[in-house]
């Protein structure tokens, strides 16, 4: 073995360490709509769990789901409407196809928000096997 093969070793070997327990720390919680009703279902009447839908407003009275609170992501103060909210509530995000409510979640956890999770497909994917509702 050479010197060199036994240095390049175990430093990689410890790279692949690092990899593997920072993918098995991360908090990324992406749920298909499956998942999320159920999660609502468990959650019907806790307090503590919020629905937030990032889409525009418009987008938002076209149809959502029943129970979601609307904080578009588009908007110049979306940021500090964020920061208002309970950081120790569950949130399941989503959007019409999962990209703004990916972005939300990252806004979020950035922020120090623990308990999220974004529904994948966004609301064109929940709407294929669930009702939506408009108000």
Same mark, same amino acid.
């Given at each position: 073995?050479?010197?060199?093969?036994?240095?390049?070793?175990?430093?990689?070997?410890?790279?692949?360490?690092?990899?593997?327990?920072? $993918?098995?720390?991360?908090?990324?919680?992406?749920? $298909?709509?499956?998942?999320?009703?159920?999660?609502?279902?468990?959650?019907?009447?806790?307090?503590?769990?919020?629905?937030?839908?990032?889409?525009?407003?418009?987008?938002?009275?076209?149809?959502?789901?029943?129970?979601?609170?609307?904080?578009?992501?588009?908007?110049?103060?979306?940021?500090?409407?964020?920061?208002?909210?309970? #950081?120790? #509530?569950?949130?399941?995000?989503?959007?019409?196809?999962? #990209?703004? $409510?990916?972005?939300?979640?990252?806004?979020?956890?950035?922020?120090?928000?623990?308990?999220?999770?974004?529904?994948?497909?966004?609301?064109?994917?929940?709407?294929?096997?669930?009702?939506?509702?408009?108000?």
């Amino acid at each position: 073995m050479t010197k060199r093969n036994f240095i390049i070793g175990p430093i990689l070997l410890l790279l692949l360490g690092i990899l593997l327990m920072t $993918s098995c720390t991360t908090n990324d919680k992406n749920i $298909s709509p499956t998942e999320a009703v159920a999660l609502i279902e468990e959650n019907t009447d806790n307090e503590n769990f919020v629905i937030l839908d990032v889409r525009t407003n418009e987008e938002f009275t076209s149809g959502h789901i029943d129970g979601a609170i609307n904080l578009d992501y588009y908007s110049e103060t979306f940021s500090d409407d964020v920061s208002e909210l309970d #950081k120790d #509530k569950n949130y399941l995000i989503y959007c019409r196809s999962g #990209k703004r $409510s990916q972005a939300s979640f990252d806004i979020m956890e950035g922020l120090g928000f623990k308990n999220l999770y974004n529904m994948e497909g966004g609301i064109e994917a929940y709407q294929q096997d669930y009702e939506i509702v408009t108000k």
